[in-house]
């Protein structure tokens, strides 16, 4: 029989050993520090609505479950409403089962810094009414290394994968479809802009477009795609806003940590 849980922090103390995770470990995704973890198991702190919802993703709670999951670690709910600390059973049987795509280019560097920005946009990028986020800021800024970042990060979030598709090369809009299109590995039997957009309504995943700026007034054929796709979220990159009333806007800060990375650098080169 299972040993009776009568904290908050027993809880996550059991689901992090059901799922062999560390301490360090479940910090280091959670974008918090070790000794927060330790206090939170131990019932000295109570992690705030914003590392509560971290740590529902990083625990893998189911998402009904989330809320919930966040009340009880405020205290606004007794532990025992939660599921007991287990791994969650998937009712699909193997045939149904599917590698997640994704298309991310893999960084030959480490990512450095950022941890300020990561938190705000994973959630920003969680909220149900967010389904167009643009990382908003001037070239050399960083936008595409930090949507990248973002997207590996929540990659697990979404049961059909994440797909990047640069846009740096395509200067006239009509070919957005044909992009999107290529990344998907459609083979097209119609017109790509409707093929996608069929394709896309019955997914869920995340869409990365990269470098939108250059291609205007076109662009608004996205919409279509947020309109119809109630499951897809769109993730962009420019140095100037799309538009859409329905965009979420996060303008990208210059790097805090430079000195961290020039030292990375350096370090390679001396290599």
């Known amino acids: 029989m299972a040993s009776t849980i009568y904290s908050f922090g027993e809880w996550v103390k059991q689901r992090r050993t059901v799922l062999r995770y560390t301490q360090r470990a479940v910090a280091a995704q959670a974008y ?8 939170i198991e131990a019932d000295e702190r109570q992690p ?5 919802q971290q740590l529902a993703r990083v625990l893998e709670i189911a998402m009904p479950d989330r ?13 025992d409403g939660l599921p007991r600390p287990r791994h969650q059973v998937s009712t699909s049987s193997p045939a149904d089962l ?7 280019p893999q960084m030959g560097t480490p990512f450095i810094g950022r941890t300020r920005e990561m938190t705000d946009l994973v959630r920003k990028l969680s909220d149900p009414d967010c389904r167009l986020l643009t990382l908003l800021g001037p070239g050399g800024i960083g936008k595409t290394r930090l949507a990248i970042a973002l997207a590996e990060h929540v990659q697990d979030e979404f ?4 797909i990047f598709v640069s846009l740096a090369a395509i200067h006239d809009a009509k070919l957005i479809p044909d992009a999107i299109a290529q990344s998907l590995g459609l083979t097209l039997a119609s ?25 205007g007034d076109g662009i608004e054929w996205l919409s279509q795609i947020v309109a119809e796709s109630p499951n897809l979220k769109l993730l962009t990159t420019s140095r100037a806003r799309l538009q859409f009333a329905e965009e979420w806007l996060y303008s990208v800060p210059a790097l805090e940590q430079a000195d961290e990375l020039f030292v990375a650098g350096a370090r390679r080169a001396q290599a």
């Open 98 to 104: 599917s590698p997640r795509k994704s298309t991310l």
């Open 191 to 215: 017109t790509a802009d409707h093929q996608v957009v069929h394709y896309l309504r019955s997914q869920q995943l995340l869409l990365v477009l990269d470098n939108c700026e250059q291609l």
């Open 159 to 162: 049961p059909d994968g994440v």
């Open 67 to 79: 809320a919930l999951f966040v009340a009880c670690a405020r205290g606004e709910q007794p532990v």
């Open 48 to 52: 705030s609505p914003d590392l509560a």
């Open 32 to 39: 918090c520090s070790v000794a927060m973890i330790k206090k």
